[in-house]
């Protein structure tokens, strides 16, 4: 149980085109996602919140308007990289908690992002 | 706001010897604590995770982990490595009743023949 899927796990685009990444919690409903940025080598990084039917709280630092996030519902959380840059290539993880918090968090297999 | 600092970001061991990967913990109220296993280009997957009870906690492939509220410290272990433990691992705290979850800078793990 407790599975999230990402979808898709690698994309290639062009530069001021933009991606949605999806994140779906197959087996169990997600109050709440979350959306980190995976530098090469180094740690996650919280982007933003996303709780279902409201909007998104974004960490300091990161544009919202430039990483759009909608939980739609209580399955599915899409990121859109609106017109991607170069800068914005990264690895790109989802999590989810469920309805029953405890503490834990399921992670999607992630979405490499390379934007020529 | 909780955070975590992850001591040593590479450590390498020969097959068969002792696992220790460092993590320290800062937080206002009682953890929630855990530890991650990322193989490259995958997601993270539960190691571990300590919530409330016994401070020993045994998680899978041979993990432990102690928590150790003097030392506000959750160390992870292993008697024994694997080739198939390298990877790189990430402690991570989150505060009761918090969404949210921070994670240290990792540690890459390699196992030596």
């Known amino acids: ?50 709780n279902e039917g409201s909007k ?13 996030i909608n939980h739609a519902s209580l399955t599915l959380s899409t990121l859109t990289v609106t017109s991607a840059h170069p800068e914005d290539s990264s690895f790109y993880i989802c999590s989810a908690r469920g309805l029953t918090n405890t503490g834990e968090l399921f992670f999607g297999e992630g979405s490499r992002l390379t934007v020529l | ?14 097959e068969g010897a002792l696992v220790l990967l460092r993590c320290n913990y800062s937080s206002s109220v009682p953890p929630y604590l855990f530890w991650y296993v990322q193989y490259p280009n995958q997601g993270l997957q539960l190691l571990l995770k300590y919530t409330t009870g016994a401070t020993l906690v045994k998680g899978i492939n041979g993990f432990e982990a102690e ?22 691992y990430f402690c991570a705290v989150s505060e009761r009743g918090n969404n949210d979850m921070r994670f240290g800078a990792g540690t890459r793990l390699t196992v030596k023949p």
């Open chain 1, 56 to 68: 998104a709280t974004y960490e300091q630092g990161v544009e919202k308007d430039k990483f759009l």
């Open chain 2, 1 to 14: 706001a909780q955070s975590v600092t992850q001591l040593g970001s590479h450590v390498s061991v020969s």
């Open chain 1, 1 to 50: 149980g407790a599975v999230v899927s990402q979808h898709p796990s690698r994309v290639i685009c062009k530069s001021g085109t933009s991606v949605k990444i999806e994140c779906r919690s197959l087996d169990f409903q997600a109050t709440t996602m979350f959306w980190y940025r995976q530098f090469p080598k180094k740690s996650l990084m919280l982007m933003a919140t996303s």
């Open chain 2, 67 to 88: 928590f150790k509220k003097s030392e506000t410290s959750f160390h992870l272990t292993k008697p024994s490595a694997h080739m198939s433990d390298a990877a790189e």
